[in-house]
Structure formats: C-alpha cells, structure tokens
C-alpha cells in the first residue's frame, strides 16, 4: 500500500519508527566495522614491520638500548695519525707468515710503547735523549726450520734526518737495547752472552734493530752462518713495512 505524497513500498520510509532505528543501527554498525578494518589493516603493517633495535621483528622497538646514530652522510672516520697507527699488531700481525728468500718465521711476541727509554735495558739515561725519538715496538720471530730466535725492534723517529742522525748512536750501542724474547722464553742468567749475530738499519724515518739468538741461548765467539742469514732475512722482513713511508 502507497501512502499519497510518500515513498514507494519497500523503502525506509514505509517501515514502522521501530523499523527504521534497526536500519539505522545496522548503517552505523556498517560505518564502525569499516573504520575499525581500516585501523586494523594499518595497525597489522605498523606492528609487522621490523624496527632498529627490535629482538623480536614486528614487535616495536624492544630493545633496550637506544639505536646508534647514522653517521652524517658524506663523512667518514677521522684517519688515525701516525703515532695512533704505531704498534706492532698493524706493522706485524701475528697471523702472518714471515718469509724471505729461505727465511720462513711467525710472530711469537710482541710489545710496543711511546717512551723510546723504556725499550733500553738501562732505564736510568735515555741513549736516544735530544735524537727524536718517537716511539719503538718489538716482536721476537721464530724460525719454522730452525731453533732460532729474532728479536726485531723498530724505533720511529719524526724525520729520515733524525733518523740518519741516530743511526750510529744505535748501532754503537745495539746491545743496550732489550732482546724481546718469544712468550714464555725468559732471558738467559746474568753474566751470560749468547752468540748473536746483529743488523741495524735505515728505512726512512725508522730504524731497524735486528738481533738473532738461538732459542738455547747458547754461548759463542761469535755468530754462525745460521745466525748471520736469519738477522738478514729478518731485517729485510722488519723494512717492508716501512720502505716508502
């Protein structure tokens, strides 16, 4: 039945007051179920997605401590100057292979320091005082064929003429220099002279101590064939290093 001036039959209009609230509530049950999918749908791409420092991805940040800082693009670490890069680690790593000519040895100490004093069996006068010098480090080698020791120590100066100027002093007095002994090798008694064969050289602004034991720290007049051939091919390994700098 149409009702004049109304809507036709089947529309809003002709349900009952009843009728029309039910409807009315179904659109707006409608309108907040479609709010609330939107929400979720969002919410379900903000939680899936991983944060910096999350321990478990999609869970938020959980970690506690605070993401580190981007570095500012187009900056890079600050180089490290030449005093900060001295130490035997960088010069001589320890799983390297030392090999020249048949000269094949491995890294079995190492030390190094800033005080060019402290490397001196005698800490009481500095040998090197008014020379400039920089800083030293020591490594003892061990030759893989033979029981021979090396103790090679490297003193940097702040120029190749300080470093030519200090290069007789050194030699002159080579065995006041400490003898950097393998780990667990301990010096041998005092009075004792092992034979050593030494070698000491000019490589830009450092010089090159080079001295060569056997591991027994035996006596004798002075050094062998075996011994003389290990300081060389040693020193020759400790100049690399250092040849163009």
Same mark, same amino acid.
């Given at each position: 039945?149409?009702?004049? #001036?109304?809507?036709?039959?089947?529309?809003?209009?002709?349900?009952?007051?009843?009728?029309?609230?039910?409807?009315?509530?179904?659109?707006r049950? $409608?309108?907040l179920?479609?709010?609330?999918?939107? !929400?979720?749908?969002?919410?379900?791409w903000?939680?899936?997605?991983?944060h910096?420092?999350?321990?478990?991805? #999609? !869970?938020?940040?959980?970690?506690?401590?605070?993401?580190?800082?981007?570095?500012?693009a187009? =900056? #890079? $670490?600050?180089? !490290?100057?030449?005093?900060?890069?001295?130490?035997?680690?960088?010069?001589f790593? $320890?799983?390297r292979?030392?090999?020249?000519?048949?000269?094949?040895?491995?890294?079995?100490?190492?030390?190094?320091?800033?005080?060019?004093r402290?490397?001196?069996?005698d800490?009481?006068?500095n040998?090197?005082?008014?020379?400039e010098c920089?800083?030293w480090?020591g490594?003892?080698?061990?030759?893989?064929? =033979?029981?021979?020791?090396?103790?090679?120590?490297v !003193?940097?100066?702040?120029?190749?003429?300080a $470093?030519?100027?200090?290069? =007789?002093?050194v030699?002159?007095h080579?065995?006041?220099?400490?003898?950097?002994?393998?780990?667990?090798?301990?010096?041998?008694?005092?009075g004792?002279?092992?034979?050593?064969?030494?070698?000491?050289?000019?490589?830009?602004?450092?010089?090159?101590l080079?001295?060569s034991?056997?591991?027994?720290?035996?006596?004798?007049?002075?050094?062998?064939?075996?011994?003389?051939?290990?300081t060389?091919?040693a020193?020759?390994?400790?100049?690399?290093?250092?040849?163009?700098?």
């Amino acid at each position: 039945m149409t009702i004049q #001036g109304g809507a036709p039959a089947g529309v809003d209009e002709d349900l009952p007051v009843a009728g029309h609230r039910a409807v009315g509530e179904r659109r707006r049950l $409608a309108f907040l179920w479609s709010v609330v999918g939107v !929400l979720a749908a969002g919410g379900v791409w903000v939680v899936s997605t991983p944060h910096p420092g999350d321990i478990l991805p #999609g !869970l938020g940040p959980t970690s506690t401590q605070p993401a580190a800082a981007a570095a500012p693009a187009g =900056q #890079g $670490a600050q180089p !490290l100057t030449e005093a900060q890069s001295f130490n035997s680690e960088r010069y001589f790593p $320890a799983q390297r292979t030392y090999d020249f000519d048949l000269y094949k040895a491995h890294r079995s100490a190492a030390r190094d320091g800033a005080d060019c004093r402290a490397v001196q069996n005698d800490k009481t006068r500095n040998l090197l005082e008014k020379l400039e010098c920089q800083g030293w480090l020591g490594i003892a080698l061990t030759r893989n064929d =033979q029981p021979v020791i090396t103790s090679v120590t490297v !003193l940097r100066f702040t120029d190749a003429g300080a $470093a030519a100027r200090a290069l =007789q002093a050194v030699r002159e007095h080579a065995a006041e220099f400490e003898f950097t002994f393998p780990d667990g090798l301990v010096a041998p008694a005092a009075g004792v002279k092992p034979m050593a064969a030494t070698r000491v050289e000019l490589v830009g602004h450092y010089l090159t101590l080079t001295v060569s034991r056997y591991a027994d720290q035996r006596a004798g007049a002075g050094p062998d064939e075996v011994l003389t051939a290990s300081t060389r091919s040693a020193a020759a390994v400790a100049g690399q290093p250092f040849m163009w700098m």
